[in-house]
């Protein structure tokens, strides 16, 4: 019982932590707003990550290209390592720290939106792709642990959740990015 109970005292503790940060939920709402001009520019929404991170990844990508709260129509949002056989092939030919960076460059355009996650910030398969967006004006956005890692110096807007404890941040990661699907969602199709 006493796991539990810490468990989820630390999971409040962190989410406080964040309501406390006037920077990162300033961030949290820019992050929102420049998504939102991006699909209404007819530009992508991507997300990559690795294990977990990848996951979540495919869980966000899902909330904007499916639905999140009601019916309405599809946004352009996807998650980069859903092709197996391209994964595979690239790991194989490239190697695994290319995986997104090589899709960027034959997918994204200026304007096209990056969201990293990883609870380090110091993957090095996505701070390559953070390094290849720059070069094609991809926007970057990093959803990180506490310090942001090699992430912070490479993303235009870093998401980085007060905690060191990957399962705390990952937790984290879950519930901001469900705040940014339901600010994209509610912008681009209102309820009347």
Same mark, same amino acid.
């Given at each position: !019982?006493?796991? *539990?109970?810490?468990? @989820? ?7 406080? /932590? ?5 920077? $990162? ?9 420049? !998504? *939102?001009? /991006? $699909?209404?520019? %007819?530009? #992508? *929404? ?19 290209? %499916?639905?999140? =709260?009601?019916? #309405?129509?599809?946004?352009n949002s996807e998650a980069m390592h859903c092709n197996t056989? =391209?994964?595979?092939?690239? /790991? ?10 090589r899709m960027i460059d034959g997918a994204c355009k200026p ?5 990293? @996650? ?5 993957? +090095?398969?996505?701070?390559? /792709?953070? #390094?290849?967006?720059?070069?094609? %004006?991809? *926007? ?6 506490? +310090? %942001?890692?090699?992430?912070?110096? $490479? ?10 404890? +990957?399962? #705390? ?18 912008? !681009?199709?209102?309820?009347?």
């Open positions: !019982m006493d796991t *539990i109970i810490r468990s @989820i005292e630390e999971s409040i503790a962190t989410k406080q /932590a964040i309501l406390a940060n006037q920077a $990162l939920l300033e961030t949290i709402q820019a992050v929102a707003n420049v !998504m *939102i001009r /991006a $699909l209404r520019d %007819g530009k #992508r *929404i991507l997300w990559c990550g690795n294990g977990g991170s990848a996951a979540d990844a495919q869980h966000l990508a899902a909330e904007l290209s %499916g639905r999140f =709260y009601y019916d #309405r129509p599809p946004l056989s =391209y994964l595979t092939a690239v /790991a194989n030919d490239y190697g695994y720290d290319l995986i997104y960076s304007g096209d939106v990056l969201i990293g @996650i990883s609870t380090s910030g110091n993957s +090095t398969n996505i701070c390559n /792709a953070f #390094r290849k967006a720059k070069e094609l %004006g991809v *926007i970057t956005v990093a959803l990180t642990g506490e +310090t %942001g890692g090699e992430m912070k110096a $490479l993303a235009d807007y870093l998401l980085n959740v007060p905690s060191a404890d +990957t399962p #705390r941040i990952q937790e984290s990661h879950i519930m901001i990015g469900h705040i940014i699907c339901e600010i994209v969602e509610s912008k !681009m199709f209102p309820r009347v």
